[in-house]
């Protein structure tokens, strides 16, 4: 069982609440607090081995990044992130002072967010170090983004560069918080997600969700200078790191025609700051529109915790 396999079968054992809005499949959960008042809920956990190496970063950036996925996760919901949870097993025998500089990483970006540690839980084990962290968010009277709502026709955004996290930025991304806020606030978004585990992967996400396909143009995806240099190490090229590394963090956006180019010409953002990479479709896959003007399907790619 793959891991996108055992979270859909995990959905359909689920019953759902009235209150609970949006459950498992979406960036993140969406409660109804009261009549007026949402409240966005999402977690991820990181394990020393598989998300980083403390021989290659400091024990600060590894709470810096473990809160700033979670801000992404919000992020991609367009809404404010707020109060955090945070449960660590530490390894037998950590020192008090490689505790604190985890937490201080942690500080780091929660700070700049304005968002409150309230709480969580800190225990001890024979095990590598493990971190989990419990976001919460309000929606400040808007309609959280979910991964369901693209339409044929629509565009297909994205922002930053992709690619080649790996060499540095898996650790030092920036959330797209701003980002988020500012689409949600402005403009009309009929999905969003951030990409965590891959472009194709996560496009793939909404695809499903929404029902539909895309055809993506290989000379519009924004290739980063980090996927240029891993690829002349990993012998693939540097469109197929875009397209399939993890962990840059950007925001997958879709809008129609008219809001997407709206959203290009905005001065609310960084000058370009979005690549409009495609289009969505009726064909329910993933469809590559080559510089030759071949056109073929091809297969999301991305990181998945558990094979198949």
Request: glycine share 8%.
């Amino acid at each position: 069982m793959g891991e996108f396999s055992f979270i859909q079968w995990i959905r359909k054992q689920q019953k759902r609440r009235r209150d609970v809005l949006v459950g498992i499949g979406d960036d993140c959960a969406v409660i109804d607090v009261s009549s007026d008042k949402l409240c966005l809920i999402t977690t991820d956990m990181m394990v020393e081995g598989t998300h980083f190496d403390l021989k290659k970063c400091t024990i600060r950036d590894v709470g810096r990044k473990a809160i700033a996925s979670n801000i992404s996760d919000v992020a991609a919901m367009g809404c404010q992130a707020t109060v955090a949870v945070i449960s660590v097993c530490f390894p037998e025998y950590t020192s008090e002072r490689f505790a604190r500089e985890l937490y201080k990483g942690i500080w780091d970006i929660a700070d700049t967010y304005h968002i409150e540690i309230v709480g969580g839980d800190t225990i001890s084990g024979r095990s590598p170090l493990c971190i989990n962290i419990t976001l919460l968010g309000k929606d400040n009277g808007l309609k959280p983004v979910r991964r369901s709502g693209a339409r044929v026709g629509d565009l297909i955004l994205v922002t930053g560069s992709l690619g080649g996290s790996i060499l540095g930025k898996h650790m030092h991304f920036e959330p797209r918080l701003k980002e988020g806020l500012l689409l949600n606030k402005n403009f009309t978004i009929h999905a969003m997600i951030d990409i965590s585990d891959g472009l194709t992967a996560d496009l793939y996400h909404i695809l499903e969700e929404s029902h539909v396909g895309a055809i993506i143009h290989e000379d519009q995806i924004p290739i980063s200078e980090a996927a240029v240099r891993i690829s002349k190490t990993t012998g693939n090229t540097p469109l197929y790191h875009a397209l399939s590394d993890g962990e840059d963090y950007e925001l997958v956006v879709i809008a129609s025609k008219g809001q997407a180019r709206k959203i290009m010409e905005s001065d609310l953002f960084s000058k370009n700051i979005f690549s409009c990479i495609g289009e969505i479709t009726d064909s329910r896959d993933i469809r590559m529109k080559y510089t030759n003007g071949h056109i073929k399907r091809i297969k999301p790619q991305g990181y998945e915790h558990l094979k198949s």
